[in-house]
């Protein structure tokens, strides 16, 4: 799902009128933080990841057409389960989104 063609329903591509540059931006955290542990793979585990980043999405009623919101990617790798740190995670999080 990550390698796929844009269909222009998407990703939103930011044009600068004064010069032929283009900024696609992020439409998701999930490819980035896969990135990561791809090149992270060699290092010892466990592998925490943890990001908050903005993304853009289309939005027909706004004016310029489209809208970023915040969201939130954690990822864990390691030998074990690591249900503890999961629990720490979800517990410090939720309280702070109001959950």
């Known amino acids: 799902m990550l390698n796929r063609k844009d ?3 998407t990703a939103v591509v ?3 009128p ?3 540059d283009f900024e696609v931006v992020r439409s ?3 490819a980035g933080i896969l990135k990561t542990t791809a090149h992270s793979k060699d290092h010892p585990k466990p592998i925490k990841i943890f990001e908050v980043g903005d993304v853009t999405v289309f939005d027909e009623l706004k004016d310029v057409g489209a809208t970023n919101h915040r969201q939130l990617a954690a990822l864990y790798c390691g030998a074990t389960s690591g249900f503890e740190v999961k629990l ?3 517990n410090i999080i939720f309280p702070n989104m109001k959950i």
């Open 7 to 9: 269909d222009k329903s």
């Open 14 to 16: 930011i044009g600068n």
């Open 18 to 20: 004064r010069s032929a």
């Open 28 to 30: 998701s955290l999930m």
């Open 88 to 90: 720490c995670f979800l």
